[in-house]
């Protein structure tokens, strides 16, 4: 059942994060169809741009707030005045718009806009003051705060909230994490920080160590109601969390994770293509979810076993990521119940010597070819009946 207290945004960052990645940039016009997408589908959050960033982003943000049926529309501004304003001239137009301001505020980051604690704390304060003034619905990350001094991170989100942060977002921005760090992280937050109930709090997680998924699913545990991520995870480096893990693993393992969203999953594939080509990014073989072999089984025993029962070998229906069903790719490791199988799917009935007499053919070419497509089946069958 979704409650208030197991609803999970989802706050897609493709756009703006995912199109830092180097070599990512998308045109005006793609990410116009990248958003529609992300809106269709369900997102809660669409970051679509960092406004002051460049015109060409400014008119991507705008153009996109103006077009979002659903989605609550953000852009990213630094802290300072001139981004926070030219971030709201780009959001306004939405029918549910957010600022999301940020500061690093780890010893790391600290050291860059050379300002002392106290002062840092004051821009805090003024910067999202500010951003709460021209809109009611104000998003404050204190980057890098997986790495900032408790004490300190405990006192620029209180001030964040008493100046008007709806959001709290606690960004892992280098993928330093681990899971039980995360979920403490924001469970302390929570207990802790006066007015932490007033507000959401959000986990960003990047994915240098490999845990971004389960870093932010962690972070859910311990009381994170919106996860920021991107499409095949794509993002700064090694990436950010990918959506359709971390929505696919809470609907496939509800009973350890009992959150919902809002994604109509079934439309994640069309959308991991479309990003995946948009960007030039490609997505691994292996990628969980979306990878060309995510539902896909060559060897004999796995073959063997689909063709009896889908659950074998998979926890989730393919249709339910918008596939039309698993695939049996004939290789040197593929059976003959998979031969048979895609003899019948072409329109060949075989009897058993006919098919053993196939088998062999089809090993001996499985063992010069990768993979062996329908044509190859096709060309055997044609071959063993020239010779036969
Ligand atoms: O990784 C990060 O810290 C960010 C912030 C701008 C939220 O992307
Ligand atoms: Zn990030």
Partial sequence: MTTEKNRVLIFDTTL????????ATMSHEEKL?????????????????????????FAAVSEIAKLAKRATICGLARANLKDIDRCWEAVRHAKSPRIHTFIGTSPQHRAIPNLTMDQMAE???????????????VQWSPMDATRTEWD???????????????????PDTVGYTAPVESADLIRRLIADVPGAEDVIFATHCHNDLGMATANALAAVAGGARQIECTINGLGERAGNTALEEVVMAMKVRHDIMPYTTGIDTTKIMHISRRVSTVSGFAVQPNKAIVGKNAFAHESGIHQDGMLKSADTFEIMRPEDVGLSGTSLPLGKHSGRAALRAKLRELGFDMVDNQLN????????????????FDDDV???????????
């Fill in 33 to 57: 169809e990248i958003a529609a997408l992300l809106d269709d589908m369900g997102v809660d959050i669409i970051e679509a741009g960092f406004p002051i960033a460049s015109e060409g982003d």
């Fill in 378 to 388: 096709i060309a055997l069958v044609t071959d063993a009946a020239a010779a036969g």
């Fill in 152 to 170: 300190y991170l405990r006192r620029v989100v209180e001030i964040a909230i008493k100046a008007g942060a709806t959001t709290i977002n606690v």
């Fill in 16 to 23: 703006r994060d995912g199109e830092q990645s180097p070599g």
């Fill in 123 to 137: 821009r805090i304060h003024e910067t999202v003051t500010h951003a709460r003034n021209l809109c009611d619905n």
């Fill in 357 to 372: 007499d196939l088998f062999v053919r089809f090993k001996a070419l499985a063992d010069r070819k990768k993979e062996v």
